[in-house]
């Protein structure tokens, strides 16, 4: 049995996706709340393998550490010690949050752009920026910052101890296309989700479905061509099951965020009917790497 844990604000999530087009899970994934958990602080598990989602935001900051992280990384440090670090997937104490993955991933050479707490001066800072809360979902592109002087009015007016700066990065191909790779971790495996296409720079959808994009998703998924790098960024992450979200420039993957309580499928009659196959694909490959977290019910 896989155990995924969550708060009760995301169990939708999985929970939508294994009524629909994940039913063939259903009997092997039971969703758990974090409430419950925390209701029965019991630290005795069934055997299985466990998947700790969405631990940043709703726990509040590791340092110093909330009584409520504190329990769940006991949590999760027994279950390590009862089932083994395979059957154990992120750590609510050492897998990174946006702006922790942000900072370490310039740092490390894979982004080339940085990201600043909001009003910090750094002579360094590219602009434009655009600012944004740390945790949380945009759905609307920011307005992007296009000077020193603009930017600090805006961190100013906007100043909340979670809000961000990040430098823009333009990864616009030369007829003005934006593309969003996302990609799943689970486990050891790399499972491409989607390939979107938009005029947008901030982009949430397929916003462009044509043969031609719809093809050029299916060989994304088929192909995996980026598998290596960004597991070497989840690596990085201390994330072992979540979603990525990234571009590329110049060839190279530029790394958006891990969303680590990630939106698994939407329910395909949801969606246009052209990208009814890189659904069906992205589900064969998903289950595939849940079968092997937890072979021996598969």
Not at 129 to 152: C, K, M, N, Q, W
């Amino acid at each position: 049995m896989i155990y995924y844990l969550t708060t009760e604000r995301h169990a939708g999530v999985m929970r939508g996706f294994l009524s629909n087009a994940g039913r063939a899970l259903a009997a092997r994934i039971m969703v758990v709340t974090y409430e419950h958990l925390l209701a029965v602080k019991r630290l005795r598990m069934p055997y299985g393998t466990y998947i700790f989602t969405n631990f940043n935001q709703p726990f509040g900051s590791r340092n110093p550490p909330s009584p409520a992280r504190q329990w769940l990384t006991r949590l999760h440090d027994e279950l390590v010690r009862q089932l083994g670090q395979a059957r154990v997937l992120n750590n609510p104490s050492k897998s990174l949050g946006r702006f922790e993955l942000l900072r370490q991933l310039h740092a490390s050479g894979f982004n080339r752009f940085k990201a600043y707490q909001a009003g910090v001066q750094d002579n360094t800072m590219r602009f434009p920026v655009f600012l944004r809360l740390e945790h949380g979902t945009i759905r609307d592109a920011p307005p992007l910052l296009a000077s020193r002087e603009v930017y600090e009015v805006e961190a100013t007016r906007h100043a909340k101890p979670d809000m961000i700066a990040i430098e823009f990065c333009d990864t616009a191909d030369a007829a003005g296309f934006y593309r969003k790779y996302g990609c799943f971790v689970v486990g050891e495996r790399i499972v491409p989700r989607h390939l979107f296409k938009s005029r947008n720079w901030l982009v949430k959808t397929a916003d462009i479905v044509d043969p031609e994009t719809v093809a050029e998703e299916l060989d994304y998924l088929e192909t995996n061509p980026h598998a290596e790098v960004l597991r070497r960024v989840f690596r990085l992450a201390n994330i072992s099951y979540g979603r990525m979200d990234y571009a590329l420039l110049d060839g190279i993957p530029q790394i958006w965020e891990i969303n680590t309580p990630p939106q698994i499928i939407v329910p395909p009659h949801e969606d246009r009917p052209e990208r009814a196959p890189v659904h069906e694909k992205f589900v064969e490959a998903f289950s595939a790497a849940m079968d092997e977290l937890d072979p021996q019910s598969a």
